[in-house]
């Protein structure tokens, strides 16, 4: 943009929301130029210089947001709608550049009926406020994505998000009731609720990232807080056994708020009892490393530097896997799926681990971000990559993920949210090389075999992350002529195709 | 374009077409998106000849090819159904192997998938397994204007807006489904019934809730007014929370037989038609003044009822929405 | 090598984190601005020490957006110590002349010592609260048995206070503190740096609730008839340690129950008083402020800090009293309808 329309759409921005709540400073112009999207990590690690919005702008309500919309399709300008930035796929990168929409001063709980069973909130209101907001009253969405503390309630929407209780509570797509939408063409609309039948438009604003409008407002369903936990650890003998547990759970018709399995390694990483702290044996070291713990990364960036060996080194673990189950709702539910699931657990021949892993998992379940860090201190970089398929494909998708991403990195993946037809895995995967850009090299060529492999088995290339930009090469394979489906409806809600261009499919053919 | 006999190059495609090639038949799922891409005209879908053909300027396809059902996908237990299939046809194939769809309202015993998707039904009774677009796995697509929509089977649409979805509730200006993937479920052998009455919509409906929360997960249930009271009948498919829909429901016991009945009645083959479609849906709170002597909820959650027979139309501005989406995937204005 | 390569485990830790502690910032919550996240004035910082952006006013603006509450650190699995790497960032931004005026002034308000005895062995330095609340304190700690009233004494100079909250400390006078053997704060906060100041060494730091609790009379009457919202501040709570003794004070004064907002205790947030974050020109001193109390009910306001208290009254509008306001009352007060002299609110 010429400096004179930087200057006519920052006027034109002051005049809706006010001259305090618009900026174009550098720091701010920086901190909104990328989300958590490992591969942007790697940028910055690399010197490369962000590509900046033009500027971003805070609206305080539903109004000021349609403005703002009406304004940009005036002036052609790209607008990213934005969250809290937690985002791992680059959904909320300004590759247009354009104008960053930061929502997080709509925050307000509209309504809350707990007769009804429902709560509206706006979009920005933050994900672990608003569930100790809930708790305060005895209610809980159960909705607990790992990144419930950076992250919003517009953002899990846009981003199709599912929380670690997802085989209970559903994805947040089972959680919305209806939607407040600044549609790109400027319009307020609300969608009808998906149970007065026909056209199900909160299926088409769920996952659709920013790319056919603001999502302003959810309201979604809530539950009484669980009066009763039960938790459980079980040896399963082999993944397979473990994955027989979750199926046969699922589809006898109970509702465990969690069932993870956890791969050898993972079962290494975590811990029998469930506790990340270090232990010994031969992969000590790496996962010494991988916790973040222990000073100085030469030992972490070797191993992670020969993928092949690490993952060698991998298939000789005994193939005992950790599965944690956690039951809960009223006493009566909780104990008696407790008791099923240790009714198919043993079926398999599993090892009753009590109730240690369960309550460790609980206790640490947000703490795997923060290894992160730890990680790319020490010169490597770490990322993971969700799928999902049925239960039938399950095992050889594992495999042959571990397969061809493992020619590049190390991988370990856990198993969870779980349904009836089948689960999503959860890979880690973890790299290094000598210098940046061979780390994006080896980062690139991971991620291009995972969803290759996925794409090859038939399985969902994603399954909570979202598309943003990470995965966009391989949505029009995964979707066929689908793809018009979405064009048709961008061109009708986003006729100046102003709302974050780039994502999701991309631009349009 | 249109078409005069069956040796137009557009009908290659077709097994068969009638003289006039108002009806035609496509080869396979190709052959039909071919056919949608290449004629510009509107669409009916059928299975087999059409009851009433009209006048010249419809065209029929014939979806026949489409019937089949099967195979059940291991593990998964997922059954592929073309969009013909009924869901009676289905319903039937996983019977012979153990496994259910989970109850399927009488009323759409005999009606295609594909019929069903286009009108967006998706109510049934069952907090135990689900609305009946709960248990849609995949669907695929011939889209108009040509072209076959995919989407991988998974238990959870992962990527994007659900593409899938916006088929649904469209018509069959959206696309016409040539096969779906849907959830089936062992077929539980143990079953029981509860009847239940209550003095009011107030009490049986907070009872339904509370039962809900409480981890009931009834196969089927219903709620209706007899008398001066409100009745609840319910089946339970295996477990599923007997013992915590006892314990949340209050009211008065009645005779179980009354619910095994209705459920012979309501579900399955060769009952009458339900109006599934006429309905009003909402919150529990505004749903108890709506409820009079006569209504019916089915759909009993703790975050909305659907009360049968208070029909609501569709939003209009969502509806003109819509029309303008699907005439751009159409390829017009 | 840098003065931020120090801190380089810190900044990396934050900069490479997704921003685990955003929902615990209250900075970050009430501004919704993702450069004033402990994420983002870290990776400000990160930018600096590797030399890909100078120390210039920009940067010295943003990391002025912190009030040093330590919640950041306390969720942080690393107990990363941000509020001490953006100490010495804003040191950076002093020297550099860049920072912004309001920091710059910030704590240069004299720490004056109550009327007592100079070099006396109990001094009470009463900092930036009102006369009135000045007065109540004394009140309290004389009833509870502290006996330092007498003439002026020496007042700490302005800025003294920089050494603990900008990383460019200033000496303070000769003899400061000399045969002082306990010396008792009104604001948590300076409590929390006179323990690091040398001239302190020697002395035993408290804070005034500290000061008198188990040492003062029960009330006859209550002095709030129905419930009061007791509020956390962030240096009395996080930085001391000090949860349980207001509340019992508080307790003793109520007809009702104290009460808490959704995050309290080692979880309480901050109500955007210190660190110079308030005397920012911006909207955010005020939204921290509003926040502190937006999910509480609709009660009387309490807390221990008379800055705290100062603040969060005009931003509030809720009715706020510093806790040793309502000690002085019971001590002094038994008057029939005892909230009646409470209605004012906090100057």
Redesign the interface.
């Known amino acids: 943009m010429s400096t004179a329309s930087v200057e006519a759409l920052v006027d034109g921005l002051q005049a809706i929301v006010g001259p305090a709540h618009v900026s174009t400073t550098p720091p701010d112009r920086v901190a909104y130029a990328r989300d958590l999207w490992p591969r942007s990590q790697l940028d910055r690690l690399a010197g490369e210089p962000p590509r900046l919005p033009t500027a971003i702008a805070w609206p305080a309500d539903t109004a000021q947001v349609a403005e703002v919309v009406a304004l940009c399709r005036a002036t052609r300008t790209p607008i990213v709608p934005f969250g809290a930035g937690s985002g791992v796929c680059g959904g909320t990168l300004p590759v247009r550049r354009g104008l960053v929409l930061d929502l997080k001063r709509l925050r307000r709980v509209r309504r809350l009926a707990a007769e009804d069973g429902v709560i509206e909130v706006e979009a920005g209101h933050n994900g672990e406020r608003l569930e100790r907001w809930l708790a305060h009253r005895g209610l809980t969405l159960g909705h607990f994505p790992s990144s419930i503390l950076c992250s919003t309630v517009g953002g899990w929407v846009a981003a199709r998000s599912a929380g670690q209780c997802s085989s209970r509570y559903g994805k947040i797509e089972d959680m919305v009731v209806d939607l407040e939408v600044v549609t790109g063409d400027g319009q307020v609309r609300r969608t009808p609720r998906v149970d007065a039948g026909g056209f199900d438009w909160n299926g088409v604003f769920v996952g659709s990232e920013g790319t056919l409008g603001v999502i302003t407002s959810a309201t979604l369903k809530v539950h009484p807080e669980p009066r009763a936990r039960a938790f459980r650890g079980w040896q399963v003998p082999d993944i397979q056994a473990g994955l027989t547990v979750m199926r046969r759970a699922m589809q006898a018709g109970l509702r465990p708020a969690v069932l993870r399995l956890y791969d050898p390694l993972d079962t290494l990483m975590v811990g029998s009892d469930g506790d990340k702290k270090a232990g010994g044996g031969p992969l000590h070291t790496l996962k010494q490393g991988l916790l973040g713990q222990g000073s100085g990364g030469g030992a972490l960036r070797w191993i992670l530097s020969h993928p092949r060996l690490g993952n060698g080194a991998v298939n000789l673990l005994p193939a005992p896997c950790l599965l944690v189950t956690v039951s809960e709702g009223e006493p009566g539910e909780a104990r008696a799926t407790d008791d099923a699931l240790a009714a198919f657990a043993r079926e398999v021949g599993a090892k009753d681990l009590g109730e240690g892993p369960g309550r460790a998992w609980l206790a640490h379940r947000y703490d795997v971000s923060y290894k992160q860090s730890g990680i790319y201190r020490k010169g490597a970089f770490v990322d993971t990559f969700e799928v999902a398929t049925t239960w039938d494909k399950v095992a050889a998708l594992y495999a042959a993920v571990r397969e061809a991403a493992g020619r590049h990195v190390l991988v370990m993946a856990h198993f969870s949210h779980a349904y009836p037809g089948g689960c999503s895995i959860y890979f880690t995967f973890a790299g290094a090389a000598p210098d940046a850009s061979a780390m994006r090299d080896r980062y690139d060529a991971a991620w291009q075999a995972g969803l290759d492999t996925a794409l090859g088995a038939g399985a969902a290339i994603a399954h909570h992350h979202g598309v943003g930009l990470s995965r966009r090469s391989h949505m029009g394979p995964a979707h066929g002529d689908a793809r018009r489906w979405f064009d048709a409806l961008k061109a009708t809600l986003d006729p100046d195709g102003i709302m974050n261009p780039g994502k999701v499919f991309g631009e349009a053919p | 374009m249109s078409w005069t006999s069956v040796d137009d190059p557009q009908l290659g495609v077709c097994q068969r077409a009638d003289a006039g090639a108002r009806l035609v038949e496509p080869l396979d799922a190709a052959g039909l998106a071919q056919l949608l891409g290449e004629y510009r005209g509107a669409f009916t879908p059928t299975v087999g000849p059409p009851p009433d053909p009209g006048g010249r300027d419809r065209v029929w396809v014939d979806l026949s090819p489409f019937s089949g059902v099967g195979p059940v996908t291991d593990g998964a237990l997922a059954v592929q159904a073309g969009g013909a299939a009924t869901w009676g046809a289905v319903e039937g194939h996983l019977a012979a192997e153990g496994l259910t769809l989970g109850p399927v309202p009488g009323a759409l015993w005999d009606e295609p998938l594909y019929v069903t998707l286009a009108r967006g039904a998706r109510r049934r009774p069952s907090p135990r397994f689900g609305e009946l677009l709960d248990n849609l796995l995949a669907v695929k697509a011939a889209l108009p204007g040509g072209g076959l929509t995919r989407s991988a089977v998974t238990p959870r649409r992962a990527t994007g807006p659900d593409l899938a979805r916006g088929l649904l509730g469209a018509g069959h200006r959206a696309g016409i489904p040539v096969s779906v993937h849907l959830q089936a479920w062992p077929r539980s052998p143990v079953t029981a019934w509860r009847a239940v009455g209550f003095a009011g919509w107030a009490e049986a409906l907070h009872g339904g809730v509370a039962a809900l929360h409480g981890g009931a997960r009834p196969a089927w249930w219903r709620f209706a007014a007899q008398g001066d009271r409100v009745v609840c009948l319910a089946g339970f498919a295996g477990e599923a929370g007997l013992a915590r829909f006892d314990e949340a429901m209050g009211g008065h016991p009645l005779d179980p037989g009354l619910a095994r009945a209705l459920g012979d009645e309501v579900f399955g083959p060769g009952v009458a038609a339900h109006p599934l479609g006429a309905a009003w849906s909402g919150p529990v709170s505004e749903a108890i003044g709506r409820a009079e002597v006569g209504s019916e909820i089915w759909d009993l959650r703790p975050e909305g009822v659907t009360v049968l027979g208070a029909a609501t139309g569709p939003d209009p501005g969502w509806a003109s929405l819509a029309d303008a989406a699907l005439g751009v995937l159409e390829g017009g204005p | 090598m840098s003065a931020l390569e120090v801190h380089r485990?810190a900044i990396?830790?934050?900069s490479?984190?997704?921003?685990?502690?955003?929902?615990?910032c209250p900075v970050a919550?009430a501004e919704?601005?993702?450069?004033v996240t402990p994420w983002?004035l870290m990776?400000?910082v990160d930018?600096v020490r590797r030399g890909?952006?100078p120390v210039d006013s920009?940067?010295a603006?943003?990391w002025a957006h912190c009030t040093g509450c330590g919640r950041c650190t306390q969720?942080?699995?690393?107990d990363n110590p941000v509020f001490e790497v953006l100490k010495t960032a804003r040191s950076l931004a002093v020297a550099a002349g860049v920072a912004p005026q309001a920091p710059q002034a910030w704590s240069l308000a004299p720490l004056a010592v109550a009327p007592g005895e100079p070099g006396g062995p109990v001094q009470v330095l009463v900092g930036r609260a009102a006369p009135e609340v000045i007065a109540d304190t004394l009140a309290v700690l004389e009833a509870a048995g502290h006996h330092p009233l007498g003439p002026p004494a020496l007042p700490l100079p302005p800025g003294w206070r920089r050494g603990a909250e900008v990383g460019a400390p200033l000496a303070l006078p000769a003899g400061a503190f000399e045969g002082a053997h306990t010396l008792i704060t009104l604001d948590a906060a300076d409590a929390a740096a006179l323990k690091q100041h040398p001239a302190a060494r020697r002395a035993k730091v408290l804070h005034w609730v500290q000061a008198v609790e188990g040492r003062l009379p029960e009330p006859t009457a209550p002095v709030l008839s129905g419930d009061a919202l007791y509020l956390d501040s962030c240096r009395l709570g996080r930085g001391l340690g000090v949860y349980d003794a207001p509340r019992r004070l508080l307790a003793a004064l109520l007809g009702g129950q104290v009460r808490e907002a959704?995050?309290h205790r080692e979880e309480g947030g901050c109500c955007g008083a210190e660190a110079g974050y308030a005397a920012l020109d911006?909207?955010g001193p005020g939204r921290v402020a509003q926040d502190a109390v937006a999910?509480a009910p609709d009660l009387p306001v309490v807390i221990a800090d008379p800055t705290c208290a100062a603040h969060l009254a005009p931003h509030t509008g809720r009715r706020v009293y510093p806790l040793a306001r309502l000690l002085a009352r019971a001590l002094v007060a038994r008057a029939p309808h005892p909230e009646k002299h409470l209605e004012e609110p906090v100057p």
């Open positions: 485990k990396l830790n934050c490479f984190c997704p921003k685990l502690c955003r929902f615990a919550e919704a601005r993702e450069t983002g990776v400000l930018d890909r952006r920009d940067a603006e943003a969720v942080c699995k690393h959704i995050m911006h909207s999910d």
